[in-house]
């Protein structure tokens, strides 16, 4: 079996949490939503491609740097309004806070793999490294660059099923509980840290939810388990898809 490997590296990268409020946070990685997102924009699908698509793709990721938060906070002004004073009326706008939380200068390592005969890795391949739509982390404003100590950014790779007990990768909540201890890499490390992350789309457009999925997030962290469980392996690398 043929799966892909992707060293993604960015200036900044914003993956927004989905709820709405006047923080705009953003996870720490790109979670399976996003990438298969930018995956269709290298293959120059429509939305409804994407999103019938989704459940397909088999993702993986390993945070390798999660670079520095960046906090911006701008004002917002809206309409006109008239405040009674005794003589006159004095005019004022509206106005309130809005803060978006960015990563900079994240790199992350992403596995994929596809679930289907239609559409074969060579095609994605070929997509990523000649894309149709420009590729973003995320939204419009922070691009995908390649890794310049990796120029192939975009690598295919055999990949076999197999066990394995050790993970850099990011875990399922289920799996992850099954851990015996953890190690930490380097020196600089984020502990794990459960969350959870979009992972498919149900409905289409304003009844459309995210379907979320609790996963353990880490870096700079080797996570050892008590059993070997059914993996993926990327070359020597275990890696978790899902």
Known sequence: MIGIRLFVGGIFSFFRVPYNSLLMDSYLFP????????????????????????????????????GERVIETATIFGNWEYTPYPITKIMNYKSYPITKIMNYKPFYEVFIAYDNKDLDMDKIYNALNDPKFT???GDSESLFYANVKHPK????IEINKGFGNEFEC????????????????????????EIKIPINFTGKGKNR????????????????????????HYGKQPVCLF
Do not use: H, Q
């Open 31 to 66: 979670p399976k939503t996003t990438v298969v997102g930018m995956i269709g924009a290298a293959l120059g699908w429509g939305e409804e491609n994407v999103l019938d698509n989704i459940d397909k793709f088999k993702y993986g990721l390993i945070i390798k740097n999660p």
């Open 153 to 156: 950014f975009c690598e295919k």
């Open 170 to 193: 990011i875990l399922p909540s289920e799996i992850y509980n099954k851990k015996e201890r953890i190690e930490m890499t380097t020196k600089e490390f984020i502990p794990p840290t």
């Open 209 to 232: 939810k995210c379907v979320l999925k609790n996963v353990f997030y880490y870096s700079g962290v080797k996570v050892k388990l008590k059993e070997p469980v059914e993996t993926y």
């Open 135 to 137: 590729l973003y982390l």
